[in-house]
Nanobody
Framework: QVQLIESGGGSVQAGGSLKLACTAS????????MAWFRQAPGKEREVAVR????????YYEDSVKGRFTASRDNAENTMTLEMNNLRPEDTADYYC?????????????????WGQGIRVTVSS
């Protein structure tokens, strides 16, 4: 059974930091490009960060650029997202997702596997 499980969410004050992890089981992450999506209350889900299979190439949306850092450890079958200088507008459910595309796509429907999501709340 394939599972992606997010961990590390929680509540912080603005300016604080959190580190999310995505741990995979039932699949080898090295075969997949990955992404972190997020869905804020009342809004559609959007991509925040994309990372290619090796981790050498990462793509950040403007809203998180310079504050978020994505990385992956294929040997450990994990992906992480370090989030610094968090803002109230970063409040959302965060999802990790895996795609079989060589380059991590922007479109949700190109991601085959999804985690269940984890809540991040940033208070002002």
């Amino acid at each position: 059974q394939v599972q992606l499980i997010e961990s590390g969410g929680g509540s912080v004050q603005a300016g604080g930091s959190l580190k999310l992890a995505c741990t995979a089981s039932g699949l080898r992450l090295s075969s997949f490009s990955m992404a972190w999506f997020r869905q804020a209350p009342g809004k559609e889900r959007e991509v925040a960060v994309r990372i290619n299979w090796s981790g050498k190439n990462t793509y950040y949306e403007d809203s998180v650029k310079g504050r978020f850092t994505a990385s992956r450890d294929n040997a450990e079958n994990t992906m992480t997202l370090e989030m610094n200088n968090l803002r109230p507008e970063d409040t959302a459910d965060y999802y990790c997702a895996a795609s079989m595309s060589a380059n991590p796509p922007n479109q949700e429907n190109e991601y085959l596997y999804w985690g269940q999501g984890i809540r991040v709340t940033v208070s002002s």
